[in-house]
């Protein structure tokens, strides 16, 4: 079996998951190209990428299956990522930076190309 392989995904989604990285990339200092390193991770780096998957979860409302295709990542990846996201909103300053990042992502999807041209 080819190890590069990916399942398809819809372009816009993949795209989406992309923010989603490089949003926890900059809040983590974690690189986007280790949380998608096809290794197995540790650590803060396995966090990170976990936190990435889960705010596309809940912010893009997707379901695992289609987390798992937007990242390139099996559904068990994901969906380990998406109960570890859900526990870990027990930590108070955990569940006020997804809140902020979720309100972050959706601002950034509301504008509208046409309000940015001059």
């Given amino acids: 079996m080819d190890e590069n392989y990916r399942a ?13 990285l490089q949003i926890i990339a900059t809040v983590t200092g ?6 998608t390193a096809r290794a197995r991770l540790h650590g803060p ?8 998957m889960y705010l596309a ?7 695992v299956e289609r987390v ?11 969906a380990k990522a998406c109960r570890w996201g859900e526990d870990e ?3 108070p300053l955990i569940d006020i930076l997804m809140d902020l990042l979720e309100r972050f ?7 509208r190309a046409g ?3 001059a």
């Fill in 8 to 20: 398809p995904a819809h372009n816009r989604d993949r795209i989406l998951a992309g923010l989603a």
């Fill in 30 to 35: 974690i690189s986007v190209e280790r949380m």
């Fill in 45 to 52: 780096e396995c966090k990170a990428r976990w936190m990435a």
């Fill in 57 to 63: 979860h809940v912010t893009y409302g997707w379901p």
């Fill in 68 to 78: 798992s295709l937007a990242f390139g990542f099996n559904r068990s990846t994901a």
């Fill in 89 to 91: 909103r027990d930590l």
């Fill in 105 to 111: 992502v959706r601002d950034v999807l509301d504008v």
């Fill in 115 to 117: 309000e940015l041209k």
